[in-house]
């Protein structure tokens, strides 16, 4: 609408579309050129002429402030779903990153209660939360293992023992029962004697392994001949050969290596001791010492009936035993009929 005034303020003329009533300009919206005011749904600017007359043109604002006012509420609709999305898509993503961390605590709780073969799922495996459960696993599955050859070892050193202390039982209660001259009194204390040095045997095989397992094994080592350590474990099982007319023979290169010598002599002691003992007689036994590549290699063979294949996965195991066709044989952690040797020269 257009709406012109005198200097009184007395209308010159009026557009038709122009409202009913006008109201002048306020003393301080005629200051200047040029001035824009509000009222009822409009919007005027009022422009001043040089001789006080006054020009007003204007617009009605209320469909524009209707359009706002709409597209105000679709804003705060469209904002109130967008948080609304975020905090449903924020607790279903928090859900799930902890979903792993609950499932990892229940199988830990699982494990505490004692069931040591629960695992947890890794189907997520390229997560950081999946390479944790991953580590967790193989600690568990370690923690699984230990506890089975702790029960295992138990086992066996029960075994082990159980004989020995059966016997010196019943030589005592057999004694006991009666009178006795005293060959049969020496005959019972004999036998009980034996018994005690195997029980001795094994509780000193027993107390070194647990000093290997908890890394306190002593080893005294000095630069020594190879071959003269290895020679003394040939004369030392020389005797036990002759009573079974076994051959026991001897190849070996001069090698000076810095080792614990009782403890390689012990190891090819046990290696030729099982070779003589659990073979028919007459068999015959090797033993070789030669340098490959600056290692010190040491080989123990026999002509027996060696070693059954369902054994040999497991011969490093601690007291795993061969079935009847070579007799009873007791490995111990570094012992075995053929096996080769290695260590650094």
């Avoid at 040029?34 to 009822?40: A, E, G, L, N, V």
């Avoid at 090797?286 to 063979?301: G, K, M």
């Avoid at 027996?304 to 007799?327: H, K, Q, S, Y």
Wanted: proline share 3%.
């Amino acid at each position: 609408h257009l709406v012109a005034m005198r200097g009184d303020r007395s209308e010159i003329t009026r557009s038709l579309n122009a409202p009913a009533f006008v109201p002048p300009p306020a003393a301080d919206e005629t200051e200047g050129e040029s001035h824009f005011r509000t009222r009822d749904g409009f919007r005027e600017l009022i422009h001043c002429t040089p001789r006080q007359d006054v020009l007003i043109v204007g617009a009605g604002i209320a469909d524009l402030n209707d359009t706002l006012k709409s597209l105000a509420a679709f804003l705060v609709g469209i904002g109130g779903g967008v948080v609304g999305l975020g905090l449903v898509g924020g607790w279903w993503l928090a859900s799930r990153a902890i979903r792993p961390l609950v499932e990892i605590g229940a199988t830990a709780e699982r494990i505490a209660e004692g069931d040591l073969t629960q695992r947890i799922d890794t189907h997520e495996a390229k997560s950081e939360l999946g390479r944790l459960a991953t580590l967790l696993n193989r600690t568990f599955e370690r923690l699984h293992n230990t506890f089975e050859q702790q029960a295992q070892f138990t086992a066996d050193a029960s075994h082990e023992l159980r004989t020995p202390i059966s016997v010196i039982i019943a030589q005592t209660e057999l004694a006991l029962m009666r009178d006795r001259s005293p060959k049969e009194y020496r005959e019972a204390l004999e036998s009980c004697h034996r018994s005690g040095e195997q029980m001795k045997s094994v509780v000193n095989s027993l107390l070194e392994l647990a000093h290997m397992d908890a890394g306190n094994l002593d080893l005294h080592l000095e630069v020594v001949d190879l071959a003269e350590v290895i020679q003394d474990a040939v004369r030392f099982v020389e005797p036990l050969a002759e009573q079974r007319q076994d051959t026991v023979s001897a190849d070996l290169e001069t090698v000076h290596a810095k080792i614990d010598d009782l403890k390689i002599q012990q190891v090819v002691t046990n290696l030729l001791t099982n070779a003589i003992k659990h073979n028919p007689d007459g068999c015959t036994v090797q033993v070789s010492l030669t340098v490959e590549d600056a290692h010190a290699v040491i080989r123990v063979f026999d002509d027996g009936t060696g070693i059954p294949a369902e054994i040999l996965p497991r011969v490093f195991e601690r007291f795993v035993r061969a079935d009847n066709r070579i007799g009873e044989i007791v490995w111990q952690k570094m012992g075995l009929t053929q096996a080769t040797g290695t260590f650094a020269a």
